[in-house]
């Protein structure tokens, strides 16, 4: 079963040659290495928070991710109340209001101009997958900021190991996913489905790594085809402008970059037929990336923040 994560070992092995990348015309295989830079960094480092801090203090010489990363270390003065609080709706509000500042506080420092369009389509007594495409780390906390209603990430195993940004990750919902290990990702995908179910909202990036091409990769069904079985409603996302901020791999941030995100209309999935159904991830990736190519056409009203 393929899942939708970033690659970390499998995306090196096709930089060095051992197998190429699934559509090998809109990847540069340097450049797929350079991505895979933070998972090295996390791996070989025994305070992966802190070894971020430093390499980005040598890097980005604005100082604006030191002082992102700064933000996140700071919501660990707000961890010590979560074991107070029982869980249930005001556990959940207390985790989200938090991930929520972190997320504005990121965008805030980067001075990013956010452009959100066709948000009023996300009834927030819905529970949705959002299934979006894949620029740059800071995609993250666009989402994060740009959704309407509360929803936990398909994430990395790797996240794990960040102090604070793992801890709200795993108090949110996150379903973390272990690349490679076929049980763990069943059971991840079993773990989809029961939460969609649940009612709670889930983001997913089926490319399976920061695509660098024009364009956007093929996608891969398994983590899209639970919301069919869970019976629960796909919001398509297009993602333009991240890539702008902050490039994969890099650790220099770019202030005041224009990121758009854009949301399709829900995809029922019960009102899907067999065939439809099969097909989920194309049926997907083709709504994206006619959003992308009709970009520059949708000229309606927008929300913008600042």
């Known amino acids: 079963m393929s899942f939708d ?3 970390t070992e499998k995306r090196i092995a ?25 998972a090295l960094i996390v791996k070989q480092s025994k305070v992966p928070i802190i070894a971020l ?27 010590p109340r979560t074991f107070f609080i029982r869980r249930g709706p005001e556990y959940e509000r ?11 506080r990121i965008c805030r420092i980067g001075r990013i101009r956010l452009q959100v369009s066709g948000a009023e389509k996300i009834r927030p007594d819905r529970a949705y997958l959002f299934v979006s495409n894949h620029r740059s780390p800071a995609d993250i906390p666009v989402l994060f900021d740009a959704i309407p209603q ?47 179910k649940q009612g709670r909202s889930l983001i997913l990036f089926p490319e399976g790594h920061t695509h660098q091409g024009p364009g956007i990769d093929t996608f891969s069904r398994g983590g899209i085809y639970a919301a069919v079985l869970a019976g ?35 995809i029922e999935t019960k009102s899907l037929a067999i065939g439809e159904k099969k097909n989920i991830d194309v049926i997907v ?4 990336a006619g959003m992308l190519e009709n970009r520059q056409a949708h000229s309606g009203s927008h929300s913008w923040r600042a």
Not at 17 to 28: I, Q
């Open 285 to 288: 990736h083709d709504a994206i």
């Open 150 to 196: 509360n929803a936990a990430f398909v994430a990395n195993g790797m996240f794990r190991m960040i102090p604070a940004f793992s801890f709200w990750m795993r108090a949110s919902g996150t379903v973390f996913i272990e690349q490679g290990n076929q049980k763990a990702e069943l059971a991840a995908f079993k773990t989809m489905i029961r939460r969609l």
């Open 14 to 38: 096709q930089s060095a040659g051992v197998s190429g990348p699934r559509n090998a015309e809109d990847y540069d295989p340097e450049k797929e290495l350079d991505a895979n830079r933070y």
């Open 53 to 79: 801090f430093n390499a980005a203090v040598k890097e980005d010489t604005s100082f604006l991710l030191p002082l992102m990363l700064l933000a996140t270390i700071r919501t660990m003065r707000r961890i």
């Open 232 to 266: 629960v409603p796909i919001v398509p996302v297009c993602l333009s402008g991240t890539d702008k901020v902050i490039r994969p791999g890099s650790l220099h941030i770019n202030r005041r970059s224009r990121v758009i995100v854009e949301f399709g209309a829900p």
């Open 94 to 104: 207390y985790v989200f209001k938090t991930i929520h500042w972190w997320a504005r």
């Open 5 to 7: 994560v970033v690659h």
